[in-house]
């Protein structure tokens, strides 16, 4: 309950297009990740179903992130070969 001459309501009705903190309704749920040791201890989360699916996602961004270092390795082997060619 603010009064008419409270500055942050003076204030919020001079800029009514800002909106103030509201709690969120909706619980928010722990974020879990894995760590560079509990990678090598996988024997850890074998019955963790949402542990299981955060290794097998992790697994894969990783695998599609090397695959891409590699194709970009690969072209640029490619282009150096072909431009020391012309230049022989």
């Given at each position: 309950m603010y009064c008419y001459y409270h500055p942050r309501y003076i204030y919020n009705q001079r800029n009514h297009y800002i909106t103030?903190?509201?709690?969120?309704?909706?619980?928010?749920?722990p974020n879990r990740s894995l760590c560079e040791y509990e990678l090598y201890a996988p024997t850890n989360y074998d019955n963790d179903c949402e542990?299981?699916?955060?290794?097998?996602?992790?697994?894969?961004?990783?695998?599609?992130?090397?695959?891409?270092y590699n194709e970009g390795i690969?072209?640029?082997?490619?282009k150096c070969k072909e431009q020391c060619d012309k230049d022989i």
């Open positions: 103030l903190h509201t709690p969120s309704t909706k619980p928010t749920k542990m299981k699916k955060i290794m097998e996602n992790f697994d894969r961004v990783t695998r599609r992130r090397f695959e891409e690969i072209k640029n082997r490619q």
